[in-house]
């Protein structure tokens, strides 16, 4: 009895830390700029929070903005599937930030 509440134990534990690394394989793509002079740019970054359109909008602006970029859009939100197909549109902005 004793060993098999180990098992289940150490299997519950297991699958707590798997959680939050499947939560953070998400990614969205997105497009900025800078002013003066006007400067665009497309990017892939990870999402670190929810991996919902929404909240990607408010994470990406807080994260990009260190480097006075401005978020213009975000395109869509996505599994690991999606990164090769977008890495050379990206270029020096993929996961950059």
Not at 65 to 92: H, M
């Amino acid at each position: 009895m004793k060993q098999h509440l180990l098992i289940a134990a150490a299997a519950a534990a297991l699958l707590a830390l798997s959680t939050p690394a499947q939560a953070a394989e998400c990614f969205a793509d997105y497009k900025a700029k800078q002013d003066n002079p006007l400067r665009l740019h497309y990017g892939v970054i990870q999402l670190l929070g929810a991996c919902q359109k929404q909240a990607a909008r408010s994470e990406i602006q807080a994260r990009i903005a260190s480097d006075g970029w401005k978020l213009l859009n975000v395109l869509t939100v996505f599994g690991p599937e999606g990164l090769q197909e977008r890495k050379a549109n990206a270029g020096s902005y993929y996961l950059r930030f």
